[in-house]
């Protein structure tokens, strides 16, 4: 039987929407306002933020603007090699907002204003180990300035003749002598930026040699295009190093200049670690994958020690990290000696090898050695004062497992103990960071006194967090718990640990009180202190007194609500509450969510949630519409339980579960309609809400930020799933609402910055959703945020995404009519369509894709949903036949046909959201009975 396929590339390339998208409005848009209540409390001031010197005796008070205008987003921007940067002053685009600054002396002292000018975005603050001066960096439209500010004095000046380069990041640092900077700086002379060729020399091309797994396509963000963005990188990114006299303003450069990505200071200040970059660039990664060299630098700019050559990295494994050493550090505690790791599993962290890394010091001029080999993926060293302990941490991202050993490296002989052995999604069981200060020599290292460290930590519970400072005996691995917040507000660790004094600083805040600074002293033993609580009394007497900025939010009412899920999982939202809301009042609702995966059903069940936390939001936050009369469910608990390996395989039945037990939940607290339901989110929480629309009926409309919608266009992993396409087919189509959009009733409004930088989540997926919707005739609304990235900073933005959100709740939420009748769904749990499964490849290899089985039987459901969009789509047309099988499917599969017009009866499976194609019966339609099973 002859064998016919149907080639389709002359429509694959073209516009395929048939039916046109209606026209929102004549003209050009313009941002929108608010209502008044949002918009007042998008005003309201922000309080300072508290910079606190390293001994503890000084802060600085940094008044920022919350949101920038829309007219700095639009300052010149490139995009090169991972990095947004201004041509025009050769620094980061958009960021630097602090325009005043005061000095206040801890404890009893008074803000002293600093007097600057006009105009001010400052940005890069950095203080001396002695506290005495703090370097910092101005924009200006034409460059990046380098300020000094004199704390006691309260004085700032400009050190003329110097022009930062900021492009990379970490342009200043200062040495131990507290008077000298090492600065990047914009070379001398660098002449005009390169100008693009007028025509083409030829093609751009891309090439991809073989390997044996995948590589993730994650970092593919803002990369080099051609050969003119790797110029103008070079022009950009190229610094001559210098040291600047801050008492004298002399500039003296060291060193030659070139793409200087990292400089680091050794303690003592005697040596630099300066990692180069060079070509070959990269077409397909970031400028963290180039090659570089990796170099030892003296005061004077002469190479004391080539430490390595890194190869370009282009092909590292999903998950993984790049072959030969990478990370290369000062030791803290010792003036001249290196640690860096090595992998030996050939980058692949999810290869079955007894260890796959090993972590390596030298002394500059010694021979390496190897200090330890870990069981799984390297996670960091923190060297802790007074000799060659430190901690290092492992971590294994199948189990989301985190293990910390106590090592000491100047007693080789002494075995490893391991600190913790934890889940890291356990918060209630997170032991806490280890608190810092800085020692003579520059460097900083983990605080020790006595045999002893200190830890701070969060301290969720199931009522909220109650933060901590613990004590660490080292001998004994024993803690005694010093302070522990009480339950009436948030009191966490701020800086300034003095164990001889027992005084250290906090910072407070409650319901009804911003958060301010205090000066705590633990003292005495409490003998009649609990389990758990801390085990000595204390005291705290205020620092600053910052007044509430939003008075007016304090009428929102907050609750922390427990409930449970169907299967025992328990859960929790953050329900705010319009002012003055009379009690039993059914409200119109909104659930907002972001989807969490864990491989441990306990922690799954933590509460994340703060009710003791002063509410003052700010951006698109969510609790603003509680302003517009919603009852907001807030950080509604969204969690995805497996095995890392197969979770998202349940994704939509667990999300599904959640958001049914969080309406149930409203629904008894007799706050919620369940008739007038509405749910959104961002990112991943935006496939979330896609999603709950196709798959069940809890919903009145929703609103999905900057998401993902076909993972089809993102084939090597998303979010946590670590699988490929070609590994997990039936679950990343299942899970991209792109291919259902015509199963999608619910009104969806859309929204997206217009240079979202997040590879995963790029503009076009927001707008093929939209063209998808649209064409299938769905309600559905398509905002692009000019000049935005992946989060929404304008003023003029982040007011128009309330406005917008506010809008399309009230006119299909708050305003929604009865609901039509449905066909009715089991309770809970949405059943996912039936599949023909393929068999199970011998060896799972991301380069090659597992061939579906042949059907042993008819895939009744899903030829019943076929015949169901056929019957639907024919009504429409002749043309919109095509453009629903065209514009849903975004893949297709060209089957051989019987030769009369229908596809053969022993067609393979197809996939459900896979079209099989045969040839046309010469009616603009698609064959009578297309193969959707």
């Not at 639009?74 to 325009?99: D, I, K, Q, S, V």
């Not at 000491?408 to 999604?425: E, F, H, K, S, T």
């Not at 999608?744 to 919707?773: C, M, W």
Request: aromatic share 6%.
């Amino acid at each position: 039987m002859r064998r016919i396929f149907v080639v389709l590339l002359a429509l694959l390339a073209a516009p395929l929407l048939l039916v046109a998208p209606r026209a929102d409005a004549a003209g050009p848009a313009r941002y929108k306002q608010a209502p008044a209540p949002v918009r007042a409390l998008l005003d309201a001031p922000p309080t300072p933020a508290t910079l606190v010197s390293p001994g503890g005796d000084v802060m600085l008070l940094a008044r920022s603007r919350v949101y920038p205008s829309i007219a700095e987003l639009a300052e010149p921007m490139l995009r090169l090699a991972g990095e947004r940067l201004n041509p025009r002053n050769n620094a980061p685009h958009g960021g630097f907002r602090t325009y005043e600054l005061a000095v206040q002396a801890i404890p009893d002292g008074t803000p002293q204003p600093v007097a600057l000018p006009e105009g001010m975005r400052i940005g890069g603050l950095r203080w001396n180990d002695a506290g005495t001066k703090v370097a910092f960096l101005n924009l200006t439209e034409e460059r990046a300035e380098l300020w000094v500010l004199d704390i006691k004095s309260a004085r700032a000046r400009k050190i003329r003749g110097v022009q930062v380069n900021a492009v990379l990041g970490d342009a200043l640092a200062w040495l131990p002598d507290d008077k000298t900077l090492v600065v990047k700086t914009v070379r001398a002379r660098r002449g005009a930026a390169p100008v693009a060729p007028a025509t083409p020399t030829g093609p751009t091309i891309r090439e991809s040699a073989g390997a044996e797994v995948a590589s993730s396509t994650y970092e593919v963000r803002d990369v080099l295009q051609g050969p003119h963005d790797a110029a103008l990188f070079d022009y950009h990114a190229t610094a001559q190093l210098a040291l600047v006299d801050v008492s004298t303003g002399r500039a003296r450069p060291i060193g030659g200049p070139g793409v200087l990505e990292r400089v680091d200071v050794a303690p003592g200040g005697a040596h630099l670690l300066v990692r180069t970059l060079h070509r070959p660039y990269s077409y397909k990664r970031a400028h963290w994958r180039f090659p570089a060299r990796v170099e030892v630098w003296d005061l004077q700019g002469a190479v004391v020690e080539r430490v390595a050559e890194q190869p370009l990295a282009e092909e590292v494994p999903i998950h993984g990290a790049r072959t030969g050493p990478r990370g290369y550090r000062w030791r803290a505690t010792a003036p001249a000696t290196l640690t860096w790791v090595e992998a030996l599993d050939g980058g692949d962290s999810y290869a079955d090898v007894p260890e796959h890394d090993r972590l390596m010091m030298k002394t500059i001029g010694g021979a390496p050695v190897e200090l330890l080999r870990l069981r799984e993926r390297y996670g960091g060293i923190e060297w802790i004062e007074g000799g060659g302990q430190a901690l290092v941490h492992e971590i294994d991202r199948a189990e989301h497992h985190e293990r910390t050993l106590l090592i000491d490296v100047d007693a080789r002989g002494v075995a490893p103990r391991v600190i913790w052995d934890r889940n890291w999604d356990d918060r209630y069981g997170d032991p806490g960071a280890p608190i810092y200060r800085p020692l003579p020599s520059g460097a900083w290292a983990i605080r020790k006194h006595e045999n002893a460290i200190y830890l701070s930590g969060r301290g969720d519970t199931d009522d909220g967090p109650r933060p901590f400072v613990d004590r660490l005996a080292l001998d004994t691995l024993k803690t005694e718990r010093l302070f522990r917040s009480d339950a009436q507000g948030v009191e966490q660790y701020a800086g300034a640990l003095d164990p001889v004094k027992g005084t250290f600083l906090t910072s407070r805040e409650s319901p009804t009180e911003p958060p301010n600074l205090f000066l705590r002293t633990v003292g005495a033993p409490d003998a009649k202190a609990r389990p758990g609580e801390a085990s000595r009394r204390s005291s705290a007497r205020p620092i600053t007194r910052f007044e509430d900025p939003a008075p007016q939010l304090r009428k929102v009412e907050k609750r922390l609500v427990n409930y449970t899920r169907a299967d025992g999982v328990p859960l929790s939202f953050m329900l705010y509450l319009p002012p003055d809301y009379v009690e039993g009042t059914r409200l119109p609702t909104v659930v907002w969510a972001y989807p969490l995966d864990y491989t441990d059903l306990a922690a799954a069940g933590q509460n994340r949630n703060s009710p003791q936390s002063f509410t003052l939001p700010r951006g698109a936050s969510p609790v603003m519409l509680a302003l517009a009369g919603y009852a907001v469910l807030s950080n509604a608990a969204m969690p995805v339980v497996g095995p890392t390996e197969t979770a998202y395989d349940t994704f939509v039945e667990q999300i599904t579960a959640n958001a049914q037990a969080a309406i149930d939940k409203a629904v008894e607290l007799g706050v919620t309609d369940r008739a007038r339901v509405g749910v959104f989110g961002h990112s991943h929480g935006a496939l979330m809400t896609a999603n709950l629309l196709v798959w069940t009926d809890l919903f009145r409309a929703g609103v999905a930020r900057s998401g993902a919608f076909n993972h089809t266009l993102r084939p090597f992993g998303f979010q946590n799933e670590r699988r490929t396409l070609y590994q997990a087919e039936r679950t990343y189509l299942g899970l991209s609402p792109t291919l259902h959009a015509d199963e999608l009733d619910e009104p969806l409004l859309l929204i997206h910055g217009e240079l979202d930088a997040n590879p995963g989540t790029r503009p076009f997926q927001s707008v093929k959703l939209y063209e998808a919707l649209s064409g299938a005739g769905k309600t559905a609304r398509l905002v692009m945020l000019p000049y935005e990235d992946h989060g929404y900073a304008a003023r003029e933005s982040v007011e128009h995404v309330l406005a917008e959100t506010i809008e399309w709740f009230d006119a299909h939420v708050k305003r929604a009519g009865p609901r039509e009748a449905k066909p009715p769904r089991s309770p809970g749990i949405v059943e996912k369509p039936e599949v023909c499964e393929p068999p199970a490849p011998k060896r799972a290899r991301p380069a090659r894709r597992a061939k579906p089985a042949p059907c042993d039987r008819k895939c009744e459901r899903d030829k019943r949903r076929a015949d169901r969009k056929r019957q639907r789509a024919a009504t429409r047309g002749a043309g919109s036949t095509v453009s629903a099988a065209i514009g849903f499917a975004g893949l297709y599969v060209f089957a051989p046909t019987n030769g009369s017009g229908r596809l053969r009866g022993d067609a393979r499976c197809v996939r459900r959201g896979l079209y099989a194609l045969g040839p046309s019966n010469g009616s603009g339609r698609l064959p009578e009975t297309p193969a959707a099973s």
